[in-house]
């Protein structure tokens, strides 16, 4: 069993506090007071430490340390840039938008946190194109902000002054890989660059840049009042605190939940009211589609990073899709395969030829077209996807194919011998077709 | 240096190398095709994987830097399964139609399909269609289908042109190579995607069909348009020069650009007004007869006025050894010292000075005398962007109207008509400069490298750029960007390339003291910087005998006129503005009755009486500085020039200013038609306005005294008010024929009236 | 030179796009961006206004629009449905409501009907998994909606583009490759 459920919500405080986007209230409730204690009482320095003692590891689906990678920039004098990514769109993941239309000065005041630790002047919030209603709370908390002096010339009085910015995607998946965000946030089209040089050398329009998840940075107020132990009471001693999971597909109360890290998957689904009444879990991928799926056997895997790597999954951005037994392990995938066809940007071969293959397989599977040479051809052209394309869409892309082949090969050999789907599933088409 | 192992072997690169040109420096061939080395890493194609130890994944050599003690692996099961995995992703959307492609055979596609093919197709789906057959620019034929997006063209046009024509567009699968719809792609450096494609998505469309790699000839050669003499290939096909291709040389750190104007004007050399038969007296003859009667009739003309009657003047467009050959012509056999180049500036540039492009590489800054490169010698101009991705270069612009541009930024001193070396002489005299000018002098005297592109209008700045080189501490490099093509080679067949020389023997011409007139490929009243002395000199000189490809006006002056071959049909050496010599192969063969130039003067020197033996006793390459011609020290230097007469403009005048440009100068071309710009004369925006000129352009009559000329003019900000700019060697109006000290009058021209010429 | 006849306040927007970024590389983005709020999408003039009005290459604000599935440079409707067919919402019937849609608009994804009224799009996974079967409508969220409920995206109150101008000649609708 794993930690206790916190008393309360710490990123997610829309929650617990109606009310919480406006200033008043987010202040009321103690708000920017960790922000005043950091400014006042800290060391740049000692707040990179705390988060580094603290354990907080990236949010945005690589899980990397996050004191390390700001103790990555270089130390030459440059001002330094913090971008917030906040272009969600991985399938199953839907936290960052709630946090940032529920708890929006939460984000502002962690960002200017970890901009004072980091020595950077101004920061940057890439917003997905679709989160309209997430853009207007964050820029009228960030005007409330400005107002109120929290932003601009001297934040708070103090000697530190800062610019936060909100740059609108528009409609692709790739900008959240960082260096297609910054690519996208420099106004350009969104193809991943090079690397070296690494953002944290030259980012943002050349400079050191930081690039961190909403829900990241929204860890840092709290971890400024409460401290390192505190957040350590919950998780792993590799995966500590608490991690806000996205809970979808068949459960009674999909949504978002703050757990602690060392929760089970068969707890997690608990929390969210257990699978849909009446119905067994067929497979769950824990961290979003680009991870690979776990079938039901596995559901007592803890949620921490290091467990769900062991169990051959990965607990990406913690998009937790529930699959129960009305659904068809072929048409899942071939939809997941779809999406990564239609968000590859186009400029490596593998993504961006292989995806369009693999669709026109799993489609033709799915019909009961297919013949059992596919299956092989489906294994060898993700392996020669894998881990041979330009950025990590790539390999997004295959993860669920190939553990669904390993965990349920049977379904799509019944696709084949029975040449129709056995669950019944059919496939979207438009009237034209 | 960093020291790495590829397959077994140990070699020693600069830090900051590529694996893949580390690899290919020990002849280990890694496939590529979105990578080169002008355009640096992109990593988009993957077709480059290799195995480095400690990396848990194959890593893509162009994007992968060495470092030390770096093991690669360039093969192998992992390799090659990593590579044959790309190629089959490469060709399941990439039509199978290799035997009806212009670049079947030549396609890296291809090739690398041959290495690795899986042989079967596995891919069973429809591929998808796009456009094919899809013009981009005048000059070639996308076919998206072919597309492997590599991007080369695409990053070649945006970030090394700076002329962002070619865009991507689309996203993913989806994503395809293409231009704004109605805005082809215009730039003169658009051709080289043609090259730099790796496979035949972009095709020329004047080779389309053209030719299949078995049946052509593909020779090195030079180009001949224009003196930067870029290095080619010229494809041959029955007897026709029918494409001419970029050859990089990577010993000169060239990657084997060229400019349209170049590229697409091969086929001058079958031109309908190209000479494809002697003529006699206005009379078509057979070359023995015309030969027989002019080797005589020189003899003649010697015997009773001396041979120093006799003047011989060369078009310099001729291969050395030819220029060479004339030269023998003259001074052996006819005996005379009267032997001149005509070249259309009448500045002589002190040969002491004469840089490299290796100069121009490593520059910190580049003084623009007179000159836009990218009109006059385009690939120079990209030459200046290499320089500039490599470390700052400051560029100054000194001329008549504006010479840097949005490719090219830099600041510009413009000054009147006439007055470019008064002007430089000033900035080097001190004197009281104002800041912009003080800020001039002191960069051309203290910027580490200094390259000065000349050119050569102005005489008086050959004498100002000795004195710069003199005053300042680091190098300085001249290099001239006036034409004819192979000046410098003539320079070294001996022959005088001095304006003096040419200026001479055209006013003896014209005042009648010769008695006959020898031109090799020279035009000396559309090409001498006097237009109407050489008009004199034509007119007044008895006999004028004309060995070339394309016969000068008035037809009705040469007493005889001997074609001969040509660029793309003899092998030669041809020396560029460098004064480096090097070797153009023929691929074609000369039409009807034009001859080589040696045989030629042979056969004329038998008619003479004076049998002239031309061996191979004659090597261009013998006795000079490596591959350069050999230059004179830097004493000669001359005179300061006087000071130029104020120009004469009256009220409601234009000054005159003129300069090189390609698009206008190249030869005849049937191909380059289609780019032709019908609108060559420029003038100010506010000015254009005022005269109601239409915003695309419009047709203008440009007239002094008597004369009158009317020819297309457009709008460009560059030049200055008041100023109209006429290119140099435009036939319709003979810039060379109008007094630039006085003023012109433009005025719309709404038709073009009787007896001018028009094209 | 393009026709400069866009609107003055097109003007003020490139202006102020260029003033909020300390880079006005990143202007292009937001610009596009309150112009499409105003036409409903981006009609060539405001292709050619971008290019024109911010100092970039047309070919660069193609190649950029053309990248992102918000930007659409065909005409499209006063309203834009996005049914979100990512797979926790097709687990929840996303595609059957997708084509309860179409039936009843009588036209296919990718199109638009043709008094120009609606214009019916797929979307990628909108981070509204909770909300599943989830779809925007102007960008405005609203799931879950039941595949028989299609009609609640019909008449849902939206802010509709103010500055949108109506198909001039109602066209054969296309259909995308995008299926
Ligand atoms: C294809 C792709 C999509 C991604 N999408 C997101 C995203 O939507 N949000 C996000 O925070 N990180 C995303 N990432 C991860 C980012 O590249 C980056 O690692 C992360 O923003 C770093 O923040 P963190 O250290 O706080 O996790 C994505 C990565 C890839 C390869
Ligand atoms: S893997 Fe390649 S094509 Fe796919 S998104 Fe990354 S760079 Fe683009
Ligand atoms: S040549 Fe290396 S990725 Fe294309």
């Given at each position: 069993m794993g930690s206790p459920r916190p008393d309360r919500h710490y990123l997610l405080r829309q929650r617990d506090v109606s009310g919480i986007h406006q200033l008043a209230v987010y202040r009321e409730h103690g708000g920017y007071q960790a922000l005043q204690q950091a400014l006042e009482a800290n060391q740049p320095d000692q707040l990179v430490e705390l988060t580094k003692a603290s354990g907080l590891r990236g949010r945005g689906g690589a899980g990397f340390p996050t004191g390390m990678k700001w103790s990555f920039l270089p130390k030459d004098g440059r001002a330094r840039v913090l971008v917030v990514n906040a272009d969600e769109g991985e399938p199953g993941t839907f936290k960052d938008r709630e946090l940032m239309e529920g708890n929006p000065h939460q984000l502002i005041e962690g960002m200017i946190i970890t901009c004072f630790a980091i020595g950077a002047p101004e920061s940057y919030v890439y917003i997905r194109g679709e989160f309209l209603h997430g853009y207007e709370r964050l820029t009228a908390a960030i005007r409330e902000a400005e107002e109120a002096g929290i932003l601009g010339e001297r934040v708070m009085g103090t000697d530190f002054s800062h610019r936060m910015f909100v740059y609108r995607g528009a409609g692709a998946y790739i900008c959240g890989e960082e260096t297609a965000l910054l690519e996208s946030l420099e106004g350009k089209r969104g193809n991943p660059r090079s690397k070296p040089p690494f953002p944290a050398v030259a980012g943002l329009y050349g400079r050191p840049t930081v690039v961190n998840n909403v829900e990241t940075i929204m860890n840092l107020p709290p971890l400024v009042l409460e401290g390192a132990d505190w957040y350590r009471q919950w998780g792993t001693e590799k995966s500590p605190g608490l991690k806000v999971m996205s809970v979808s597909g068949h459960v009674n109360r999909p949504g978002n939940y703050e757990v602690p890290l060392d929760w089970t998957l068969a707890e997690l689904i608990e929390a969210a009211g257990g699978v849909r009444t009446g119905h067994q879990v067929k497979a769950v991928i824990p961290g979003g589609s680009s991870m690979p799926c776990m079938p039901a056997s596995q559901l007592d895997t803890p949620i921490d990073y290091e467990s769900l790597v062991q169990a051959g999954s990965m607990l990406g951005s913690g998009g937790c899709i529930v699959m129960d037994e009305t659904t068809c392990m072929v048409r899942a995938v071939a939809r997941v395969v779809r999406f990564y066809r239609n968000e590859s940007c186009g400029k490596c071969t593998p993504c961006r030829e292989g995806t369009f293959w693999l669709t026109d397989i799993l489609d033709r599977l799915e019909r009961g077209d297919g013949e059992m040479s596919d299956l092989d051809t489906l294994l060898d052209v993700s392996d020669n996807i894998n881990g041979k394309a330009f950025c990590a869409l790539g390999d997004a892309a295959v993860g669920f194919l190939v553990s669904a082949l390993k965990h349920f090969r049977e379904e799509f050999v019944e696709h084949i011998t029975g040449q129709r789907c056995p669950l019944g599933a059919r496939q979207y088409d438009t009237v034209n077709h | 240096m960093t020291q790495l192992t590829i397959d077994g072997r140990t070699i020693s690169v600069p830090e900051g190398t590529m694996v893949v040109d580390a690899a290919a420096k020990l002849g280990i061939d890694i496939p590529i095709y979105c990578y080169h080395q002008s355009l640096g890493p992109l990593g988009a194609c993957r077709i480059c994987l290799v195995e480095i130890e400690k990396m848990p994944k194959l890593q893509t050599a162009c994007t992968t830097a060495v470092r030390e003690g770096m093991v690669v692996r360039t093969g192998g099961p992992a390799v090659e399964k990593g590579r044959q995995g790309i190629l089959e992703f490469l060709l399941i959307n990439h039509p199978l139609d290799c035997p009806v492609c212009d670049k079947g055979g030549e396609c890296f596609l291809q090739d690398y399909s041959f290495w690795y093919g899986a042989g079967k197709n596995r891919f069973e789906e429809s591929k998808i269609q796009r456009r094919k057959d899809y013009p981009v620019s005048s000059y070639i034929l996308l076919d998206q289908e072919r597309c492997v997006l590599c991007q080369r063209c695409i990053r070649f046009m945006g970030e090394y042109v700076g002329e962002e024509q070619l865009m991507l567009e689309g996203?993913?699968?989806?994503?395809v190579v293409s231009t704004v719809e109605g805005q082809p792609a215009t730039s003169p450096y658009a051709g080289n995607v043609i090259d730099l494609c790796p496979v035949g998505a972009l095709l020329s469309e004047p080779y389309h069909f053209k030719a299949r790699p078995w049946n052509i000839e593909r020779e090195e050669t030079l180009c001949s348009v224009c003196p930067v003499g870029c290095a080619s290939l010229v494809t041959g096909r029955d007897g026709r020069a029918v494409r001419l291709e970029g050859r990089p040389q990577p010993e000169l750190n060239d990657y084997g650009f060229l400019c349209d104007h170049g590229r697409f004007t091969y086929d001058y050399t079958y031109h309908p007004r190209r000479l494809t038969a002697a003529e006699l007296d206005g009379a078509p003859q057979s070359p023995s007869a015309v030969i027989a009667a002019v080797g005589e009739r020189l003899a003649r003309a010697v015997a009773e006025a001396g041979p120093e009657s006799v003047g011989v003047l060369t078009g310099g467009t001729h291969t050395v050894e030819e220029e060479w050959a004339l030269a023998r012509f003259a001074q052996d056999v006819v005996g005379t010292s009267r032997l001149g180049l005509v070249k259309p500036v009448a500045g002589d540039l002190p040969l002491a000075l004469l840089g490299t492009f290796g100069d121009l590489a490593a520059a910190t800054g580049v003084l623009l005398l007179g000159v836009d490169p990218y009109e006059a010698v385009p690939v120079v101009h990209l030459k200046l962007r290499e320089a500039r991705r490599a470390h700052p270069v400051a560029v100054w612009g000194l001329g008549d109207r504006t010479l840097t541009r949005a490719t090219l930024p830099g600041d510009d001193y413009v000054v009147e008509p006439g007055r470019v070396a008064a002007a430089l002489g000033a900035v080097l005299g001190g004197g009281d400069l104002d800041e912009r000018w003080q800020a001039l002098a002191e960069g051309l005297l203290t910027t580490e490298r200094l390259v000065v592109l000349w050119d050569g209008a102005d005489p008086g700045a050959a004498a100002a750029l000795a004195q710069l080189a003199a005053r300042r501490a680091g190098p300085t490099a001249v290099l001239p960007t006036h034409g004819p093509r192979n000046w410098l080679g003539a320079v070294r067949a001996g022959i005088p390339a001095d304006d003096a020389a040419a200026r001479g023997i055209l006013e003896d011409a014209a005042e009648g003291r010769l008695s006959a007139l020898i031109l090799l490929g020279a035009d000396p009243i559309r090409d001498f910087p006097d237009g109407d002395l050489a008009a004199r000199a034509l007119e007044r000189v008895p006999s004028v005998y004309f060995m070339g490809a394309f016969a000068p006006e008035p037809r009705h002056a040469l007493a005889a006129i001997l074609p001969t071959a040509v660029w793309a049909e003899v092998t030669g050496t041809y020396a560029n503005m460098e004064g480096r010599l090097q070797v153009a192969h023929g691929a074609a063969a000369a039409p009807g009755p034009a001859r080589p130039v040696r045989p030629l003067v042979t056969a004329l020197a038998r008619a003479f009486g004076r049998p002239l033996r031309l061996g191979d006793d004659f090597d261009p390459f013998a006795d000079q500085d490596g591959d350069r011609i050999a230059r004179p020290p830097a004493s000669q230097v001359p005179e300061d020039p006087a000071a130029p007469a104020p120009l004469r403009i009256r009220e409601g005048e234009w000054a005159l200013i003129t300069g090189e440009v390609v698009a206008v100068s190249h030869p005849p071309s049937e191909i380059a038609e289609r780019s032709r710009d019908r609108f060559p004369l420029r003038l100010n925006p506010a000015d254009a306005d005022r005269l109601g000129l239409r915003p695309e352009g419009g047709l203008v009559e440009v007239s002094q005294a008597e004369r009158r000329f009317v020819a297309g003019a457009r709008r460009d900000a560059r030049i200055p008010e008041g100023r109209v700019f006429v290119p140099r060697g435009l036939p319709e109006v003979p810039v060379n024929r109008l007094d630039r000290g006085a003023g012109v009058r433009v005025a719309l021209a709404d038709r073009v009236p009787e007896g001018v010429a028009a094209q | 030179m393009s026709e400069r006849n866009w609107p003055a306040e097109w003007q003020e927007w490139a202006e102020a796009s260029r003033a909020t970024f300390p880079n006005a590389q990143s202007s292009l983005m937001p610009f596009l961006h309150r112009v499409r709020s105003q036409r409903g999408w981006l009609p060539p003039e405001a292709l050619d206004a971008a290019a024109d009005l911010l100092g970039m290459t047309r070919q660069h604000v193609n190649s950029v629009v053309s990248f992102y599935t918000l930007f659409r440079s065909e005409p499209t409707g006063r309203r834009t449905i996005h049914v979100c067919l990512g797979l926790s919402c097709m687990m929840a019937g996303a595609d059957t409501l997708m084509e309860n849609l179409e039936h009843h608009l009588g036209i296919a994804e990718g199109q638009t009907t043709r008094d120009g009224a609606v214009t019916l799009l797929e979307a990628e996974c909108l981070a509204a998994c909770d909300l599943a079967p989830a779809a925007q409508v102007n960008l405005v969220y609203r799931g879950p909606v039941a595949p028989e409920a299609f009609r609640e995206l019909l008449e849902m109150p939206v802010p509709e583009p103010e500055g949108w101008v109506p198909p001039s000649a109602p066209e054969a609708p296309e259909v995308t490759n995008h299926g």
């Open positions: - | 996203r993913g699968v989806h994503t | -």
